[in-house]
């Protein structure tokens, strides 16, 4: 029994994603390996080695990999899925993008969003918004899932030895083209990777008040910014702050919502969270049921006083 952790990375550095995803594997039992498919990506190949828990790396190295373009890390996937029992992704937008896609080529059913592993082919992931969990037992031959990373946490980066094999790489699918991407340069630590995180609600009012009361609160505490759905919609805060069900799914080590009711979409993002602190002037909102520590007050007045504090 072996199970192989599809890797998440940037052709250059590991992301978080895969260590969580192989925490899950080594719980499964057995051998874990990962497979590294990119381009020019060793250096990933030789973090993926130093990872506690890997017995093997598998790496594919061709410029159609460069990208990460789904089918043909699908194709990838599936050239060596003929030795292994279980394939993890990451419960990421790539992951969640190749996944369903090797599955479907291998004729078994996806196991989506795992949250704990409780043996080889059983399984905890939540349902309703996280409002329940189902216990799922996979009888199919090869386990085919998603993990959770907030589920699990990261495996240590270094203290492994793997060895490295080096793979034949597949051949382009044609059917994508990489065009172009554009991304955003932050200021502060992406979303879902950050230690502190200080969240806005409906209650913010607008995009101005939303900067000028929470921008310097997560200055001051290195923190990445968030927002509900709410304030998404109305337009304070940019799509990729978005932390909910239908948002990112975060598990810092400290989450501050400001202004935010706590929606059963908004918990399901945030509720793993090691402490929550929570500031509404409703006394009666559900936030305060998941909170660690509650204020309820003006966050307009408590927000300056808490930054002053600091």
Same mark, same amino acid.
């Given at each position: 029994?072996?199970?192989?952790? /599809?890797?998440?990375?940037?052709?250059?550095?590991?992301?978080?994603?895969?260590?969580?995803?192989?925490?899950? %594997?080594?719980?499964?039992?057995?051998?874990?390996?990962?497979?590294?498919?990119?381009?020019?990506a060793a250096a990933v190949a030789t973090a993926a080695a130093a990872v506690a828990g890997?017995?093997?790396?598998?790496?594919?190295?061709?410029?159609?990999?460069?990208?990460?373009?789904?089918?043909? =890390?699908?194709?990838?996937?599936?050239? =060596?899925?003929?030795?292994?029992s279980h394939l993890f992704f990451p419960a990421t937008a790539h992951g969640k993008n190749?996944?369903?896609?090797?599955?479907?080529?291998?004729?078994?059913?996806?196991?989506?969003?795992?949250?704990?592993?409780?043996?080889?082919?059983?399984?905890?992931?939540? $349902?309703?918004?996280?409002?329940? $969990?189902? &216990? =799922?037992?996979?009888?199919?031959?090869?386990?085919?899932?998603?993990?959770?990373?907030?589920?699990?946490?990261?495996?240590?980066?270094?203290?492994?030895? %793997?060895?490295? +094999?080096? /793979?034949?790489?597949?051949?382009?699918?044609?059917?994508?083209?990489?065009?172009?991407?554009?991304?955003?340069?932050?200021?502060?630590?992406?979303?879902?990777? #950050?230690?502190?995180?200080?969240?806005?609600?409906?209650?913010?009012?607008?995009?101005?008040?939303?900067?000028?009361?929470?921008?310097?609160?997560?200055? *001051?505490?290195?923190?990445?910014?968030?927002?509900?759905? #709410?304030?998404? +919609? %109305?337009?304070?805060?940019?799509?990729?702050?978005?932390?909910?069900? &239908?948002? *990112?799914? =975060? @598990?810092?080590?400290?989450?501050?919502?400001?202004? /935010?009711?706590?929606? $059963?979409?908004?918990? @399901?993002?945030?509720?793993?969270?090691?402490?929550?602190?929570?500031?509404?002037?409703?006394?009666?909102?559900? $936030?305060?049921?998941?909170?660690?520590?509650?204020?309820? @007050?003006?966050?307009?007045?408590?927000?300056?006083?808490m930054i002053k504090a600091l």
């Open positions: 029994m072996t199970t192989l952790v /599809i890797a998440e990375h940037d052709n250059a550095t590991l992301k978080g994603a895969t260590l969580n995803t192989i925490t899950a %594997a080594v719980q499964v039992g057995g051998d874990v390996h990962v497979l590294v498919a990119g381009s020019n890997v017995a093997k790396v598998l790496h594919a190295d061709a410029p159609a990999l460069a990208e990460q373009l789904a089918e043909n =890390v699908a194709a990838q996937v599936l050239a =060596v899925a003929g030795s292994y190749v996944a369903p896609r090797v599955a479907a080529k291998l004729d078994v059913g996806q196991l989506s969003d795992i949250s704990k592993v409780i043996s080889a082919d059983t399984f905890e992931r939540p $349902i309703y918004a996280g409002n329940a $969990i189902a &216990t =799922v037992q996979c009888s199919q031959p090869v386990k085919v899932a998603t993990v959770r990373t907030t589920g699990f946490d990261p495996a240590a980066a270094t203290g492994g030895s %793997a060895a490295v +094999d080096k /793979i034949d790489a597949v051949a382009d699918s044609g059917k994508s083209a990489f065009v172009g991407k554009e991304i955003a340069k932050l200021d502060r630590p992406e979303l879902t990777a #950050a230690k502190i995180i200080v969240s806005g609600g409906r209650a913010m009012g607008s995009s101005e008040k939303f900067n000028d009361v929470l921008t310097p609160l997560a200055d *001051k505490l290195g923190a990445a910014l968030g927002a509900s759905r #709410a304030a998404v +919609d %109305a337009g304070y805060a940019p799509n990729d702050w978005q932390v909910g069900q &239908t948002g *990112k799914i =975060v @598990a810092p080590q400290l989450y501050v919502a400001c202004g /935010i009711s706590g929606a $059963i979409q908004h918990l @399901a993002g945030m509720k793993d969270s090691k402490v929550i602190v929570a500031i509404n002037k409703d006394e009666e909102a559900p $936030i305060f049921s998941v909170a660690d520590y509650g204020l309820v @007050a003006d966050l307009f007045v408590a927000v300056p006083e």
